[in-house]
């Protein structure tokens, strides 16, 4: 399931000191005589809820309601971060269009300066402790993607999704004022961040960064390429421009 990607998956603790929440008060550890009951490091488990809470800006913590994965009663909530990979890239629940939303809206799709239409969107766990949105037409290639460069030891990340319309405007203006932590943006409806097939993923310089290598290796085969020559980053869902590419051997549109 797409839009929940953690159901029928099997996690491991990867903290010693996986400590257990109040569910009413997840902030809060429980206690018991005096000490805090935890999840064992290594234990196998299944998340069959999420919960989201905000940290400030953007940031949000991550809490997971776990059991074991061989079955029985529920451990409890413990935070996401305990767990082997911490969520990273993981879908937590859908974002459909409010009824009669605005072509400026958080679901409105644009390209080439065009209203193209609503779209549904994804939330999945991002690099920076915030939640990112991808549209669903291109949830599953991303997330086979990601889980392909799991099993072979890379974690692939996502630093920025779809993006709204005001989203867009704020980047983009930042970028013209030239203020600090801003990267070049295009015009407002005409990014392709706007029509879900644009994703900037944690490559940190690129260069031998292991995510990058193994993009530059395996993204065309799941459909994605470089687009952007100084914009490490920035991988579009291009399909048929990455058969392309694959045959060629090459990994962007520019080589």
């Not at 069959?48 to 940031?59: C, I, K, L, Q, S």
């Not at 065309?220 to 020559?229: A, E, I, K």
């Amino acid at each position: 399931m797409t839009a929940e990607s953690f159901r029928d998956k099997i996690f491991e603790v990867s903290d010693p000191d996986a400590r257990l929440r109040k569910p009413d008060a997840l902030h809060e550890f429980i206690t018991v005589d005096g000490g805090f009951p935890k999840i064992a490091k290594g234990a196998k488990i299944r998340v069959d809820e999420v919960r989201v809470v905000p940290a400030g800006a953007r940031a949000v913590i991550l809490f997971v309601h776990a059991a074991p994965a061989e079955g029985g009663a529920a451990f409890g909530w413990t935070s996401a971060n305990n767990l082997d990979g911490r969520f990273l890239s993981e879908t937590i629940g859908q974002i459909p269009p409010a009824p009669g939303a605005s072509r400026f809206g958080p679901n409105a799709a644009w390209a080439n300066g065009a209203f193209l239409g609503q779209v549904t969107l994804v939330q999945v766990v991002g690099t920076n402790k915030e939640i990112e949105r991808i549209a669903e037409t291109t949830c599953s290639a991303f997330l086979d993607m990601v889980a392909a460069a799991r099993k072979d030891g890379v974690l692939v990340g996502l630093n920025s999704g779809f993006r709204s319309f005001p989203e867009q405007k704020h980047l983009h203006d930042g970028f013209v004022r030239r203020l600090p932590g801003f990267n070049p943006a295009n015009r407002p409806g005409n990014s392709n961040h706007q029509n879900g097939i644009a994703f900037d993923i944690d490559v940190g310089g690129g260069g031998s960064n292991p995510v990058y290598v193994w993009l530059k290796r395996n993204a065309t085969s799941f459909g994605f390429l470089r687009t952007v020559p100084r914009e490490a980053w920035h991988w579009e869902f291009l399909p048929d421009k990455a058969a392309a590419a694959k045959r060629r051997g090459v990994f962007s549109t520019f080589d």
